[in-house]
């Protein structure tokens, strides 16, 4: 196994996608884990039970399952550590509550996932941590903002719903200046196409929901630390006792081994319909990080390895009346995409993106934002279907 653990490190990212996590040779060579439901476990005598002195002692410590999914994602993150959480949302509010305390405070990017947010607005807020939003785009402008008592930098790339690029390197040296945790949900990109921790982050967030499962059909979240903050990371996860279930990190390690080829076939697919999207008429913009045109693209391409399969659309309308109506039109007419939340998945999806609660980053004034989630359908069928939307809203 230890050769075949030295010929992984040094091995293609499908191949390592293939074989990372789970050792055969401990379950009789059966190719995939088995799935472990615990609580209790026992052990062999009191001496031992007293100590603890051995590998799994309780459920919510870890199994063979869980342990399996932990070691793939340290792999392709460069992580000390991972906790499992039952969601990406979770994946963000356990770190927060593991290095934040009263009377500190933090600095949020303004194109955060909306429920990060609320969770800094209200439950942050009660708890004595106060928070400033910043300009997605401030680079290491950040060290302006940071106060004696700012303890936390949260960064998002590409921000959500609009895809905001930031430099994540410039923004960490500054923080670490001043002694904060620089944590970043890296959802968009996967481990795959941005690794934070090579970036100078401390923390990496996941919500496994999306290209990890693939399937729209399981909630779970990963966070993944540094050596130094990995201890800190750890005594939360135990203390709040939150954790993944084995199921739900049988079903992550699983989507794990295809993930390379699925995301392969979003970005493609993604990638011809932004720029089939960008060359039209009833189009005002495209927000899609890979596109030349798209502000932030040399920061893209300068740190990441490739572009996932969601992205948005202004739709170009004459006036702010016809936002709602027109966004619903095409909304209404699509066949294929269904209308629903999240992404990831192998369906394609559509949302109008409501985007009130930003304070720096405003919503596009040309037209309302539509948000695609490519999915692995034919290109030409997706295609299709946009077009009847966008025929829908021109006769509005
Ligand atoms: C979806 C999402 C989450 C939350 O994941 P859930 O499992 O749905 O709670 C967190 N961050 C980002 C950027 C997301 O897109």
Known sequence: MSDKKSFLDEAGMNTRLSHIGNDPTEFHGFVNPPVVHASTVLFPNARTMETRAQKYTYGTRGTPTTDALCEAIDAL???????????????????????????????????????????CDTMLKRLGVTVDYYDPMIGAGIEALIKPNTKLVHTEAPGSNTFEMQDIGAIAAAAHRHGCVVTMDNTW????????????????????????????????????????????????????????????????????????????????????????????????RVLHPALPSFPGHDLWRRDFKGASGIFSFVLKVDSAEQFKPKAHAFLDALR?????????????????????????????????????????????????????????????
Not at 82 to 103: H, K, W
Not at 190 to 208: M, R
Not at 241 to 248: L, Q, T
Not at 365 to 371: A, D, K
């Open 77 to 119: 993150e460069g992580s000390a550590g991972t906790i499992l959480v039952p969601s990406g949302l979770a994946a963000v509010t356990v770190p927060f509550l593991a290095f934040l305390s009263a009377g500190d405070h933090a600095l949020i990017v303004d194109s955060v996932y909306f429920p990060t947010r609320h969770f």
């Open 189 to 284: 990109a996967t481990p795959l196409y941005f690794k934070p921790l090579d970036h100078g982050v401390d923390i990496s967030i996941h919500a496994a929901t999306k290209y990890p499962s693939g399937h729209s059909d399981i909630l779970l979240g990963t966070v993944s630390a540094n050596e130094t903050h990995w201890d800190q990371l750890k005594e939360a996860n135990i203390t709040l006792g939150i954790c993944g279930s084995p199921d739900d990190s049988y079903q992550i390690l699983r989507g794990l081994r295809t993930m390379g080829v699925r995301l392969e076939r979003h970005q493609e697919s993604a990638l011809n319909l932004a720029r089939w999207l960008e060359e039209r008429e009833d189009v005002a």
């Open 336 to 396: 294929l995409f269904g209308l629903g939340y999240s992404w990831g998945g192998f369906e394609s999806l559509a949302v109008h993106v409501g985007l009130s609660d930003r304070r720096i980053c405003k919503a596009p004034t040309e037209g309302p934002v539509l948000r695609l989630q490519i999915g692995l359908e034919d290109v030409a069928d997706i295609r299709r279907d946009i077009e009847a939307g966008l025929a829908a809203a021109a006769a509005v």
